[in-house]
């Protein structure tokens, strides 16, 4: 069938749930049998969240084909299975960078370049843009009505409404219903007040989801329909709930995905298959075992900033029926307190990706108790540098190993070998080179996307995957340096994982430790809950081991 649109719009406040509430209606879709693509369009005038602070933005989120992009695409994968690209994710800092690119060659020659027509037109382009077959194209605006930098995004899908026409394109706005605890009732104003902002810009909504922490009346969603002009069947509340894997069953449950497709005039009495969200949502309910898992980073203090990490310990947990605990450890307060103290109760360490100086000896502390203590360890990017640059200093007597991202120190002024983690200058990437240098722009300029990798044959690697190649995405500039691997494999550190021509190290792992592992990727950027990635769901296992000995021991 022709392809439909699907806009989802929030009001009265951010960080409602757009991302889930559109993951989860894409999946519910898919469970009816239909091909969904997810989009997200962000407002800001930052060309891709890849410069921006996590603290503010949360993590940054890679595509296999290197965009880096908001983390709500995260979600659209992990709910669909379905992987984005570098077409599914545009901000108002592309936009206006192919505007002015365009405008410089001279192809609005003669006229004046405004945001109506070409700012929206370059908006609908890319909605329009690079489809395959789908069904349903679901399209998330940042950001909430009302922001004077989504104006020309709810213009532009505005026009899309009438270009289209109504048989091809609908409207989700997503709004909160606070509960006022002085007056003990709900308020809906907030939500009308939100409809009128969008219908005041020329959108007229046609479900509107409404945030809650409680049952919203009967009355109620009669009151917000009737004043927001909208079928009372439209008014689906989204309500709180324990775990994220509930909410396409809750939205099935109360017609969401029925609505959709009764909108746009599609007969089908067909009923979701939901059977593989029930086993989930039954393991996570029902765990026989857990463990403790230490996260030794420097963002600690804003879930966001870890949300794909997070999701694929969840989902190692739900491969192993078991609950993972997350212990959060800020790295930078870490390097002045009892490292045993804190950390001879918990299971198994996690040091995450993460940039610059702070931090850095909190986390080598972490990764030196690991290793001494036979603790799992799993170390990611940054947590691999360090995990190589811990063993070096204390084992093979490197004392200043180091990176240049945080000392311009050489490991050895004897030899030529270099740092033993460097910027990288140049690397391959399909046909074309790839070259960076210390002046390159900070934004888009690391090695992005996925990359090969050959595994070593016998390696606790090769037991993890099943295999000898693998393929998985990265968002790093500094790499280990390859000419050391002699020093460190004839102590006991293997290099058991290269690039396929050999000079960059993808993976190390320590002979002589229950489980100590290194990756220079992010495994976490491609977990799902219906295919937990192989190395979180042996690091989860490995914890659970560490688990049931420190029982046995006690």
Request: net charge neutral; proline share 4%.
């Amino acid at each position: 069938m022709t392809a439909r649109f699907i806009f989802i719009t929030g009001g009265v406040v951010s960080s409602l749930g757009k991302g889930l509430a559109s993951a989860s209606l894409g999946a519910l879709l898919q469970a009816r049998g239909y091909k969904v693509r997810l989009r997200k369009l962000d407002p800001y005038l930052n060309v891709d969240p890849g410069t921006m602070n996590p603290t503010q933005h949360g993590e940054v989120f890679v595509t296999d084909d290197g965009a880096e992009t908001d983390l709500d695409l995260g979600h659209y994968e992990r709910f669909t299975g379905v992987n984005a690209r570098r077409s599914d994710s545009v901000t108002t800092g592309q936009i206006y960078s192919n505007l002015l690119t365009k405008e410089r060659r001279g192809d609005y020659l003669g006229g004046t370049v405004q945001v109506i027509p070409h700012v929206t037109d370059l908006i609908k382009e890319f909605i329009l843009g690079d489809t395959e077959n789908e069904d349903f194209i679901l399209c998330e605006i940042g950001g909430t009505v009302g922001d004077i930098e989504g104006l020309p995004f709810l213009e532009a899908i505005r026009q899309l409404g009438w270009e289209l026409g109504r048989e091809r394109v609908m409207y989700i706005h997503l709004t909160l219903v606070p509960y006022i605890a002085a007056a003990k009732e709900l308020k809906t104003k907030p939500t009308q007040h939100s409809v009128k902002e969008l219908r005041m810009i020329g959108i007229q909504p046609d479900i509107l989801l409404c945030r809650a922490d409680r049952e919203i009346p009967l009355a109620e969603r009669r009151k917000i329909a009737l004043f927001c002009n909208i079928r009372e069947e439209s008014v689906i509340a989204g309500l709180d709930v324990n775990s994220i894997y509930e909410v396409p069953r809750n939205y099935s449950e109360q017609g969401f995905d029925k609505q959709v497709l009764k909108i746009f005039g599609i007969a089908d009495e067909t009923r979701p298959d939901l059977k593989k969200w029930d086993e989930i949502l039954a393991r996570v309910q029902n765990p026989r075992q857990e463990a403790t898992i230490a996260i030794v980073g420097k963002y600690t203090g804003i879930g966001d900033a870890y949300k794909s990490l997070c999701e694929a310990l969840d989902h190692a947990g739900i491969a192993n029926q078991a609950k993972v605990n997350i212990r959060w450890i800020d790295a930078a307060g870490f390097e002045n307190k009892n490292v045993e103290q804190e950390l001879k109760d918990v299971d198994a360490v996690l040091v995450p990706g993460g940039f610059g100086e702070r931090g850095v000896n909190g986390k080598i502390a972490a990764i030196n108790y690991a290793r001494t203590h036979n603790k799992p360890y799993l170390g990611i990017c940054f947590g691999m540098q360090l995990a190589v640059i811990e063993y070096a200093r204390n084992v093979l007597g490197i004392k200043n190993a180091a990176s240049t991202e945080f000392s311009e120190y050489k490991t050895s002024s004897t030899d030529d070998k270099g740092s033993l983690v460097g910027l990288m200058t140049e690397w391959q990437r399909g046909n074309v080179m790839e070259t960076r240098s210390k002046g390159s722009d900070l934004g888009g300029t690391m090695r992005l996307g996925s990359y090969e990798c050959d595994i070593i044959a016998g390696s606790l690697a090769e037991k993890i995957y099943g295999g000898k190649h693998i393929s998985e995405r990265h968002r790093h500039r500094y790499e280990v340096n390859i000419n050391y691997r002699e020093d460190f494999e004839k102590t006991g550190m293997i290099f058991s994982g290269l690039s396929p021509k050999g000079h960059l190290p993808e993976i190390v792992e320590l002979k002589n430790h229950h489980w100590f592992v290194g990756v220079q990727f992010h495994p976490e950027l491609k977990s799902r809950p219906f295919a937990p990635h192989p190395l979180f769901a042996s690091f989860v296992k490995a914890a659970l081991a560490e688990d049931e000995r420190q029982k046995k021991a006690a």
